[in-house]
C-alpha cells in the first residue's frame, strides 16, 4: 500500500503541489499525466523523497514519514523510505565507467553488501527480464537510448523495491526505441510490479497503468481508467488536455 496524504510543496513562493491525497494499492500501476508544469514529475519525485514535502505524509508499506514546515526530517528515515523504491529516470543515468552487469550489481554490493557471486545471479536474472542479457558486458556508450533504459530498469528492480517510480522513461526516445522500453514495462506490469509512472507518452499509460491521475496546476483535476479519462473524460480541464494532443492513444483494453 502507497498513501500519500496531504501532499503540499513549495519552492519559496511557487505552490507546486496542493494538499494531494492518494492510496494506491500494490500491485496497482498509475500514470501521472497532465501538461508540463503541472506537478507529475515533483510528485513522483516525491515518492521517494528526491523532493521533500512541504507537509503532509507518506505510507509506502510499513514506513511512514510526516512533513511540515520547519521541520527536518533525518536521513536514516529518508533512507529507509528511499529503500523501498526503484527509481527510473529520463536520461538513463547507468555509470558510464560500468557494463551494463556492473551497473545492475552495483547498488546490490555496495548498498546491500551482498555477495558478488549473489548479486551477479540477481543482475544476470534481471538483464534476461529486459532482454538484455547478450549486453551484459556492453558499456553504456556503445548501447542505443532504448538499450540503456533498459538497463536502468533492470538496476531500479535490482534490490527488489516494494514499487517501481518511473520519471517519463521513454520521452528521450525515438518512437521505435521506445516501443522497446513500453513492452518491458507492460510485461512487469503483468507480472504484478507495482509502479508509478510520470509521462507525456499517452500510449504508455493507455497500455500499462491501471488507473491514470490528470494532474494540472499541482492539483487531481481527474482520475480513472486510462480509457475513460483518455476517451470520455468527465471535467472540461481533462478534455481540453486531450483535444490538444495530435496523436490518440493506441488502446489496448
Known amino acids: 500500500m502507497i498513501e500519500l496524504s496531504h501532499i503540499d510543496k513549495r519552492f519559496g513562493e511557487n505552490h507546486v503541489l496542493k494538499d494531494i491525497s492518494l492510496t494506491l494499492a500494490e500491485g496497482t500501476v498509475t500514470g501521472l499525466v497532465g501538461p508540463s508544469g503541472g506537478g507529475k514529475s515533483t510528485l513522483l519525485r ?38 523501498q523504491t526503484g527509481m527510473v529516470f529520463q536520461n ?25 557471486k549473489v548479486a551477479r545471479a540477481r543482475a544476470m536474472e534481471l538483464l534476461d527480464k529486459v532482454g538484455m542479457a547478450h549486453k551484459a558486458d556492453a558499456w553504456p556508450s556503445t548501447l542505443s537510448g532504448g538499450q540503456q533504459q533498459r538497463v536502468a530498469i533492470a538496476r531500479a528492480l535490482a534490490p527488489s523495491p516494494r514499487v517501481l517510480l518511473c520519471d517519463e522513461p521513454t520521452s528521450a526516445l525515438d518512437p521505435e526505441l521506445a516501443e522497446e522500453v513500453v513492452e518491458v514495462l507492460s510485461r512487469l506490469a503483468r507480472e504484478g510490479t507495482t509502479m508509478i509512472m510520470a509521462t507525456h507518452d499517452l500510449r504508455l499509460a493507455s497500455r500499462v497503468a491501471d488507473k491514470v491521475i490528470f494532474l494540472d496546476g499541482g492539483v487531481v483535476v481527474e482520475s480513472g481508467p486510462p480509457k475513460r479519462i483518455f476517451s470520455a473524460p468527465e471535467r472540461e480541464r481533462t478534455k481540453k488536455f486531450i483535444a490538444s494532443l495530435t496523436v490518440a492513444p493506441d488502446y489496448e483494453i
Not at 54 to 78: C, H, Q, Y
Open 92 to 116: 538513463f543515468q547507468l555509470f558510464p565507467h560500468q557494463t551494463a552487469l556492473g551497473n545492475v550489481m552495483e547498488g546490490l554490493l555496495t548498498v546491500l553488501k551482498q555477495p558478488e
Open 46 to 83: 516525491s515518492v521517494n523523497l528526491l523532493e521533500i514535502p512541504t507537509s503532509g505524509a507518506i505510507r509506502i508499506g510499513d514506513i511512514r514519514l510526516e512533513f511540515a514546515p520547519g521541520r527536518k526530517v533525518g536521513w536514516n528515515e529518508i533512507q529507509r523510505l528511499r529503500r
